[in-house]
């Protein structure tokens, strides 16, 4: 498969890249820093130069062209509101155009878990986070789009362990972004699971029986 990673060199990104060359799918990796350059050569993709506020959806259309699909892994991390909503809101609809201009079929949007927030003070900056995550999502699941929105717990760098729990909901908890990473890879290769929305935290099921038992339960068979 072709496979073009939107934040390319942050820590699900270059995971992601990394395991997707190593199965034999070709890699397009989008960078936003001429420094993050040497990261996504490293994982084995091809780098892209491209900034998700600076540049326009056209671009991004040319250099998507011909990909199976697309993952949107970027994030503003903390950087503050305003680029919260450029990058995790904006930047997400951008990725929507480009990919519905260049007749990419499917997308993947990394998305965070509503309950990351809940039952603990949380700052002003935060809160807008999870209402900008839920707008992208509403965006991306409105869309004509063959989409599947990732909700992972709480990232840790961890080493993985290949091992999750996952379903439409499950409670809160944490992953390895390494996990996240091995569970996006195999949610791209199962073209039945779907337009749904799933939660992802670490578990006690293989990242490919996990995903076997959501296309059990939700997968859309006639694919
Ligand atoms: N942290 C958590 O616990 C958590 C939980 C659930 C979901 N998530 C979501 O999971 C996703 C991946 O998280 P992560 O921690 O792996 O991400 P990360 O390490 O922060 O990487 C994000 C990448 O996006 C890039 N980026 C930012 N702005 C960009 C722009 N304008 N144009 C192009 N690229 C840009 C960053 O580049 P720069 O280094 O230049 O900024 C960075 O390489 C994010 O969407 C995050 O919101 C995180």
Same mark, same amino acid.
């Given at each position: 498969?072709?496979? #073009? ?5 942050? @820590? ?19 960078? %936003? %820093? ?31 062209? @011909? ?23 904006? @930047? ?13 079929? %499917?997308?993947? /949007? ?8 809940? @039952? ?19 965006? /991306? ?18 080493? #993985? ?63």
């Amino acid at each position: 498969m072709r496979i #073009g990673i939107i934040g390319a060199a942050g @820590g699900v990104g270059r995971r992601l890249a990394r395991k997707l060359t190593d199965h034999g799918d070709e890699v397009t990796g989008f960078f %936003r %820093r001429s420094e993050q350059e040497e990261v996504v050569v490293a994982s084995g993709a091809k780098p892209v130069l491209f900034d998700l506020v600076g540049d326009g959806p056209d671009s991004l259309a040319n250099a998507l062209a @011909g990909h199976d699909a697309v993952v949107f892994a970027a994030g503003a991390h903390g950087t503050g509101t305003d680029q919260t909503s450029l990058i995790d809101g904006r @930047g997400v609809e951008k990725t929507i155009v480009a990919a519905d201009a260049a007749m990419v079929p %499917r997308m993947i /949007l990394i998305s965070a878990m509503p309950e990351s927030g809940r @039952g603990r003070e949380v700052s002003e900056s935060f809160a807008h986070y999870l209402d900008v995550k839920k707008a992208a999502d509403q965006t /991306l699941a409105g869309s004509g789009l063959d989409w599947v929105i990732v909700r992972p717990g709480r990232l840790t760098d961890d080493d #993985g362990n290949n091992r999750v729990a996952t379903g439409l909901a499950v409670p809160y908890g944490r992953i390895q972004r390494d996990d996240v990473a091995a569970f996006i890879l195999e949610v791209l290769h199962e073209p039945r699971l779907t337009r749904h929305i799933v939660e992802v935290v670490d578990g006690p099921s293989t990242v490919h029986e996990a995903v076997d038992t959501l296309v059990e339960l939700y997968g859309t068979p006639h694919l």
